[in-house]
């Protein structure tokens, strides 16, 4: 390995030294080997948008890094805040900012992201007790409270004030995203039209008190998890942060930069290069829409979170993992503060250790693989500039048809987006279900014996009624959002100062349905645990291994697989002979079915026999791990119900499992 001095003199090392070229033609030579015969086309593959994903990406493109975060600059390190009581979160919070994060999610139980927790903010006493020795000038903050937003901005700004901050020196988003909330819902109080004076009222307010960062926020994360795919994230994400481009700049502010209030939350999931190349299409397609606009090129604000869809319950020690990955996608792909998921989430609400994983994992990829040292550190790469020009295409495609039919704010209210999403929903299930895009821990490599994890318990505590009738001036140039922080220094509830509605009509929708991938197979796994619960065992299977182990082990370890991803546990057998020696087997266990497992060649010898054997010992139903032609039924007239093999609807083969031992009903399309 050879090495060489830069400009300063100091030695630096050639990593590719010690390595022999290779050409593309060196490259196919070899594919063409590995494949003995079978097409190239094996190795090409494709997103669920149909972007097409190449074995092999031809030389190196000439790219210069994307405007946005610098270099050095790493992203800011955003903890999440949903626990109810204010002196709670507040343990957490300090304990958070105390060991590496740089910023706080405010996440208030009317958030869409609240899921059943989130905080309950009443008054501008608990906000206090909430950020309790909190240098509010210090840290980012960002707000997300649903409809609550503004008033919790009001509370923001009047504690600020009066802990003798200049509201200035704060760093605040307010994730106001009423179009979300209407596609999460399936409703809203009003029309965005409607909706408008408040906005405008409450920019001029920020602008009057230097008040900086975004007020609106386009989140993806509402997209991404009702199962859209990346182009579509991308395009109703777009299609919303332009809505409010629209409506910030109708404020008539003189001297605004509408651009600089309007911001984005976008998922991170496990899939690394589409993560990546998802976050640099979005700062290519803002500065499209500014160029547009023939506003300022100036970097967009993205917000990555770490996708609720990918966590799983079962085995939730495989979040950290995939959580790692979409931590370092989303500081490679240039987002400007990333919020990790404790891996505990999907269960509850997380306590310290879970967030101290969670933000120690950011850390680690900060201080200790340096990601942020380069500016769009993936500018340049064959694979992700490709995918990102394609991802590029495909949105603004999609981007433009959202406009044509009216805006986002159309499209939800009546549907096409629902529609959409659910064909990529479909597909993306499909591949689950078949185990083509494993879960770890939950559809593969299930762990019967886990134990438990902990999450914290708490009292719910909705918002407080009504206490005051107060009376609050009609939006303007900031008098309404003025009166608001008077009204919260004065000690006015989060439920008042929300109720300044202005003649608003509701609108129905449908709502969007929020889903994890893992669910499916956790109803089984659940099912399974409720067997276990009113019998004392799980519900088992035998796996019948005949011949040599060299015949059966490939097919038994992948049956254990099978069988235990739907919570049935396996026995497997000693190796097998004949068809009394497998009846003898199973009146030996407590097993409530039997899988045949060998090679096909002894299948076509044997099996016949150890079906019948097997049946005629009692077992109930028998099935078998392979994928064999039966063209004379001999097999089927033998008892074995199904073929069981890699590539099968696996979700679907057990749910008719289960509804064969009564555990529930079959799968839909079992």
């Known amino acids: 390995m050879s090495g060489w001095n830069n400009a300063e003199g100091n030695d630096v090392i050639e990593l590719a030294g010690g390595f022999s070229a290779v050409d593309e033609a060196g490259w196919m030579e070899a594919a063409e080997a590995a494949l003995k015969g079978r097409p190239f086309d094996r190795l090409r593959s494709q997103t669920i948008d149909g972007l097409p994903i190449e074995p092999i990406y031809r030389g190196r493109r000439d790219a210069s890094a994307l405007a ?19 002196a709670q979160a507040n343990a957490l919070l300090l304990e958070d900012l105390e060991n590496g994060a740089g910023g706080l999610s405010l996440v208030f139980a009317p958030s869409k992201h609240a899921r059943g927790a989130g905080l309950s903010i009443d008054t501008l006493a608990e906000m206090d007790r909430l950020l309790e020795n909190v240098l509010l000038d210090l840290i980012h903050i960002r707000i997300d409270g649903g409809y609550v937003t503004r008033s919790s901005l009001a509370l923001l700004v009047a504690l600020a004030e009066r802990r003798g901050i200049d509201p200035s020196a704060l760093q605040v988003t307010a994730e106001i995203d009423p179009i979300g909330g209407f596609a999460q819902k399936g409703w809203t109080s009003g029309t ?41 994230e ?9 809505t409010y481009l629209r409506e910030i700049d109708r404020a008539g502010r003189d001297g605004l930069q509408p651009q600089s209030r309007v911001s984005v939350a976008m998922a991170a999931d496990a899939d690394q290069f589409a993560t990546i190349a998802k976050l640099r299409a979005m700062r290519k397609l803002w500065a499209r829409v500014l160029d547009a606009c023939g506003l300022e090129q100036t970097p967009l ?39 990790v998921l404790p891996f505990t989430e999907a269960l509850g609400v997380p306590d310290s250790f879970a967030r101290r994983v969670a933000r ?23 694979a992700v500039e490709a995918l990102t020009d394609e991802l590029v295409r495909e949105a603004w495609k999609l981007f433009q048809g959202v ?60 918002l407080g009624v009504s206490t005051a009738d107060i009376v609050l001036p009609k939006p303007g140039h900031g008098e309404l959002t003025a009166a608001l922080v008077d009204a919260a ?46 019998n004392g065992r799980r519900p088992s299977v035998l796996l019948a291994n005949f011949g040599r182990v060299t015949d059966f082990t490939a097919r038994s370890t992948w049956a254990k697989n099978f069988f235990e991803a739907g919570g049935i546990e396996a026995q497997a057998s000693e190796a097998l002979t004949d068809g009394e020696s497998a009846a003898a087997a199973l009146r030996g266990t407590a097993a409530d079915i039997v899988c045949l497992c060998s090679s096909d060649a002894l299948y076509a010898e044997q099996a016949v026999e150890m079906a019948e054997a097997l049946k005629g010992a009692g077992a109930a139903h028998v099935y078998l791990a392979g994928k064999l032609a039966d063209d004379d039924g001999k097999l089927a007239e033998a008892g074995v119900e199904a073929m069981l093999y890699e590539g099968c609807d696996v979700l679907a083969m057990l749910g008719l499992i289960h509804a064969n031992l009564g555990l529930c009903a079959p799968a839909e399309g079992a």
């Open 68 to 86: 946005g975060r610098a270099a050095g600059m790493p992203w800011t390190v955003v903890a999440r805040v949903e626990l109810p009581d204010p």
């Open 192 to 232: 965005l039209e409607a909706m408008a004076p408040r906005l405008w009222d409450l920019v001029h307010y920020c602008e009057d008190i230097g008040l900086k960062g975004a007020l609106t926020s386009a989140d993806g994360r509402i997209w991404h998890a009702a199962g859209a795919s990346e182009a579509q």
């Open 234 to 242: 991308l395009a109703y994400t777009l299609a919303t942060a332009v």
């Open 301 to 339: 604000e993205i917000h990555a979170e770490t996708a609720w869809r990918m966590m799983t319950r079962r085995d939730p020690w495989v979040n950290m993992l995939r959580t790692t990955v979409a931590a370092f996608a989303a500081g490679v792909g240039g987002a400007d503060s990333v919020s």
């Open 360 to 382: 120690n994992t950011q850390t680690i990829l900060i201080e200790e693989s340096n990601l942020h040292r380069v500016a769009d550190p993936a500018a340049g790469s064959g």
């Open 403 to 462: 406009e044509a039919e009216g805006g986002i704010e159309q499209c939800v209210r009546y549907g096409s987006v629902h529609t959409a999403i659910a064909r990529s929903r479909a597909a993306r299930s499909r591949l689950i279900a078949s185990r083509r895009a494993p879960l770890t821990g939950t559809s593969s490599f299930p762990n019967l014996a886990e134990k438990p994890v902990r999450v914290l318990t708490f009292e719910p505590h909705e």
């Open 489 to 534: 220094k004065s000690g006015v509830c989060t439920v008042d100062l929300a109720r300044a509605r202005d003649e608003l009509r509701r609108v129905d929708g449908e709502p969007l349905p929020t889903h994890r991938l893992a669910e499916p197979f956790e109803a089984l796994r659940d099912a399974s645990d409720a067997w276990l619960n009113q």
